[in-house]
């Protein structure tokens, strides 16, 4: 009789448990998603206010860790090296060859599956075609895009009425035209700049939306094989070199400290720095040779291969912070244009470009004319390498000539012919 008392007291103590310490515990078994990106400004406020609204009302357990690094290289090196990764990083779709032949990175086309066979339509749909292309590899779509960028010209309106320059260049000639005018010595006044901090990727980048335009491709599609030393190729490197070196309208590229321009290659986050001095400035689209081809860049969700339900937790995340409100929200509160086709068509967000952002259509309009993406699996490589001779052209060392074919020389020495056909 004993026994089953004892019994019963057991089987009573054990049923409390069940029910109190899940909510005793609940606090400490909250899941912990680790989300890295590399942002500043108003993006990284954002960010960090859109993690904590998702804490705050999340019902799944899951809490999100948002770790901001000081830059992407920063961030590119760590998530290169760690032995801890993040469970989510918000990456430049150029480091995503790297991150997938790591096997580092899962499908987000996978997750998407998994929800519904209609969620990825959905994405593909609502997602700038050329932005959309930049997550995808061998078809597929590894990441989720977030945010976007091109150059587009950025201009002092003062300066351009004290010169008697009515409206902006719409083709490089008339950048050059400009620029003339424009350019003072004696005030250390440039006409034009190109970014002169930019990464050897970032400027071979500009140089392959200015070889498309001269008619060119980096890739021949029907060879496969590598002509970034075309006639156009040259073409378009001689005409970034004339205008520092012949022209004289645009500074070296080596140019340190601070630079007075009247005309730049600038992002939305360039026009908010000339917003906050003051600046009386105007946008307009990035000038066309034979036609008009800007470069773009896009920052992507990656989900790091971890395990099946924090992968499940990761994607719940990301799903969420894509969303249309969500996305909406960045497109109000940070210089960033949406790359939503159903937020920039919303009416609330039409109006809002119309009355406080108008300039701000120029860099949507610059989705649908950027650089074909290419499917090269060494497209980082071939880029660092196309940056390292093209700095060399710039800075007057070599011809365009001669930098373009030893660029192109080295690349056939490391691009053997792999899985995505590209010839050396």
């Not at 310490?21 to 859109?50: H, I, Q």
């Amino acid at each position: 009789m004993r026994f089953k008392w004892i019994h019963l007291l057991l089987l009573i103590v054990f049923a409390f448990g069940l029910v109190a310490m899940p909510r005793f515990l609940w606090a400490d078994t909250r899941t912990k998603v680790v989300f890295w990106a590399a942002l500043d400004g108003e993006k990284e406020a954002k960010c960090a206010e859109l993690v904590e609204k998702y804490n705050k009302e999340s019902k799944v357990g899951t809490t999100i860790e948002f770790v901001n690094f000081p830059s992407r290289s920063a961030l590119r090196e760590e998530l290169e090296h760690t032995q801890s990764p993040p469970d989510l990083a918000l990456i430049d779709t150029l480091w995503q060859r790297s991150l997938i032949d790591r096997h580092a990175i899962v499908p987000a086309e996978e997750l998407m599956d998994q929800m519904g066979s209609m969620i990825k339509v959905v994405y593909k749909m609502d997602t700038f075609p050329k932005v959309w292309m930049r997550a995808l590899y061998s078809g597929k779509a590894w990441t989720v895009p977030v945010f976007a960028e091109s150059y587009a010209i950025t201009y002092d309106k003062a300066l351009f009425t004290n010169k008697g320059i009515g409206k902006a260049p719409q083709t490089w000639q008339e950048v050059v035209a400009s620029g003339r005018k424009l350019t003072s010595p004696k005030d250390k006044q440039w006409g034009f700049v190109i970014p002169p901090n930019l990464s050897v990727e970032e400027l071979a980048e500009i140089w392959v939306a200015l070889l498309e335009e001269h008619g060119g491709v980096l890739v021949d599609p029907k060879t496969r094989k590598i002509v970034a030393n075309s006639k156009e190729g040259k073409q378009a490197l001689q005409l970034m070199v004339d205008m520092i070196h012949k022209h004289k309208i645009s500074p070296s590229h080596e140019t340190s400290g601070a630079i007075s321009s009247a005309m730049m290659l600038g992002t939305p986050e360039d026009v908010q720095r000339m917003q906050s001095r003051g600046v009386a400035f105007g946008v307009a689209p990035w000038p066309k040779s034979k036609k008009r081809v800007n470069n773009l860049r896009v920052e992507a969700i990656a989900i790091m291969k971890t395990t099946p339900e924090r992968q499940k937790q990761a994607w719940r995340f990301t799903n969420w912070f894509t969303e249309y409100e969500v996305a909406k929200d960045l497109a109000f509160s940070t210089y960033s244009a949406p790359v939503n086709k159903q937020v920039w068509l919303s009416p609330d967000y039409l109006q809002f470009l119309k009355a406080q952002r108008p300039w701000m259509q120029v860099y949507i309009d610059q989705f649908q004319t950027a650089s074909v993406c290419c499917d090269a699996a060494e497209y980082e490589r071939m880029l660092t390498i196309l940056g390292t001779h093209i700095l060399s052209a710039l800075q007057n060392k070599r011809s365009p000539s001669d930098a373009l074919d030893s660029a192109v020389s080295e690349m056939k020495g490391i691009i053997a012919r792999g899985s995505d056909g590209i010839r050396g």
